[in-house]
């Protein structure tokens, strides 16, 4: 086997084995026996076990942004039902897992940032980067009259993904998506809803006169 | 030292050392240090960490409910301002420790869940009880009209848990507070809100039930 081969079976044997027992619980033979390399060579391809988790969370976030800009690019969708679209892909990546593990960036962020700041300042990285393109599709949203303008796009990047954590650790104490659908149905009829002066509009009779919006809300 | 109090030290210990180390990541030799303890003395008082874990989160969870009870419980501030209540007690406690630690329920639920089956069902059954007076405050909240009643009491306060621990999340990567202060302010303005429509006509809607009916009428 090439070298760089090796490498690339430790790194991805060093996700599973993360998934399953955390930063602290994988241990190095956990991971090269996972791998089927010998516990020798981690040493030749990592300076150390934390900068081997850092580059196996560099390509968990590779992957996840592959995700990302395949619901966010989109066009055939509307900026709204695009946020919503890249919540059902990664609720269909769960429910492949069994609903049993979640995403590598919740749990390093609640396990390692207490004693690796290497780890957790890469964390707080990938959170900045993983909000961009979510602002710029709320940004659209509040643009095309779907999304309320009254908070900041970034801001409301930022509520998204941290609060979808929160869905996901819940779903893997339950080991069932309840927590994701519930997720999902809120904030799209709250946070990520249409002003409230013309969704009021829309849905009373009784001001039936003011429904400026109505037309592009049923485009 | 007694037996019954030596126990109560490695009970208080566990809390201290797993806040910090994660489940697997404490050790019982480095919890009987920390209690100052003979490491021998942790099976005369355990039957295994596993279940020792599952007594320091109970331990957890009975000091937490005691927080919730003062801020649900004081009927100087209405149904909602008493949730926002809680969520500011807890801010302040996280603030104590330098946004450093953050929930131990948040913390096991990502950690031990996916290794035990008994601490993750434990965990499952501190949601279901943790969510109860937070449902029958949200009831009260929108009997009162602070809050929208579209979605039952049960639902939201599972949806404020779990999207609370996705702030704390996320405060624990940044260790400074933005994601709670974020958190509090838009759900309180969004999920946590007055009906829709009394926000634009200033009154109560009269028939709540009736305006999904009408608004697909004139379509």
Chains 1, 2 share one sequence.
Not at 16 to 34: E, H, K, L, P, T
Not at 92 to 119: P, Q, T, V, Y
Not at 185 to 195: L, M, N, R, S
């Amino acid at each position: 086997m090439s070298r760089r081969s090796l490498r690339n079976d430790i790194l991805q044997a060093g996700l599973r084995v993360m998934f399953q027992s955390g930063y602290r619980g994988a241990s190095v033979r956990d991971i090269c026996a996972a791998a089927g390399a010998p516990q020798g060579s981690f040493t030749n391809h990592f300076r150390s076990k934390e900068a081997f988790a850092g580059e196996v969370l560099d390509r968990y976030f590779d992957y996840l942004q592959e995700l990302v800009a395949q619901a966010l690019k989109d066009d055939t969708f509307t900026p709204r039902q695009r946020l919503k679209r890249y919540l059902d892909i990664i609720t269909s990546k769960l429910e492949r897992d069994g609903w049993r593990i979640g995403c590598l960036i919740g749990d390093l962020s609640l396990e390692a940032s207490s004693h690796s700041k290497r780890l957790r300042k890469r964390l707080d990285a990938i959170f900045k980067k993983w909000r961009t393109p979510f602002a710029s599709c709320i940004a659209a949203a509040q643009s095309a009259g779907e999304v309320d303008s009254r908070f900041d796009a970034t801001e409301l990047a930022e509520f998204l993904l941290a609060s979808w954590e929160g869905a996901i650790l819940r779903m893997k104490v339950e080991r069932r998506p309840a927590a994701l659908e519930r997720f999902k149905t809120i904030v799209f009829e709250t946070v990520f809803q249409k002003p409230r002066a013309s969704a009021a509009a829309r849905q009373r009779p009784m001001h039936k006169g003011s429904t400026a919006k109505s037309k592009r809300d049923r485009k």
